[in-house]
């Protein structure tokens, strides 16, 4: 079936999530879940733990999986957090990429985009005018092609962006599109897994 994650998480009962190459099954106890990956909004970020005597501890992977209205269904922190978020990415990319190659348009948080524009809280940029985007610790973050020491001119949290990892894939193809010639390699972010996965009948929700 593809690659399988589980994190157990002690009970009692035990909370077990078992990721698929195509969606995931969560038991708690005698409840059972199962959703594909279509149906749910992965998110992937870096969050600094509390140390055990106060203060901020190292900073580590965090992915929260939520459902198309919004509930978290299941975080965790760690391996098996980067590992989760690789197997949820490449099911979305190259179902989005689909998409977008037929004209649609995705939505990701506060970014939408289509093979043309990339639209911000609404407001339209054509990818001619992005000079690229990218993800660190905790923001996603958007730069225009004014020149290279211009400040980031839109940033949000990477824990309010789904598929973070796939904005960014998105937004290198399409601007190298856009504006023939190098492009600045996201610095930062979390890794593209390719993969393939099921087309939509319907463009991912918010």
Known sequence: IGTRVWQELKGPPPVVFHCFEHGFVLTHGAEVRALPWSEARVSSFRES??????GPGEAVEWT???????????????????????????????????????????????????????FLDGSA???????????????????????????????VARRETPYAAVVVALASTYIAA????????????????????????EPPGE
Do not use: K, M, N
């Open 178 to 201: 856009a504006r023939p010639g190098p492009v600045a390699h996201p610095e930062g972010g979390c890794p593209v897994a390719s993969g393939s996965g099921p087309l939509p009948d």
């Open 49 to 54: 733990a509390y140390a055990p005597h106060g």
């Open 125 to 155: 940029t054509p990818w001619r005018d992005v000079r690229r985007v990218e993800t660190t610790d905790q923001a996603v973050r958007v730069y225009r092609a004014d020149g290279p020491g211009s400040p980031a001119h839109f940033s």
């Open 64 to 118: 929260e999986v939520r459902d198309r209205a919004g509930q978290v269904v299941y975080a965790v922190s760690g391996e098996a957090a980067v590992r989760i978020a690789e197997v949820a990415t490449a099911d979305e990319l190259p179902r989005t990429e689909h998409r977008l190659g037929r004209g649609g348009t995705v939505g990701y948080g506060r970014f939408t985009l289509s093979a043309d524009t990339l």
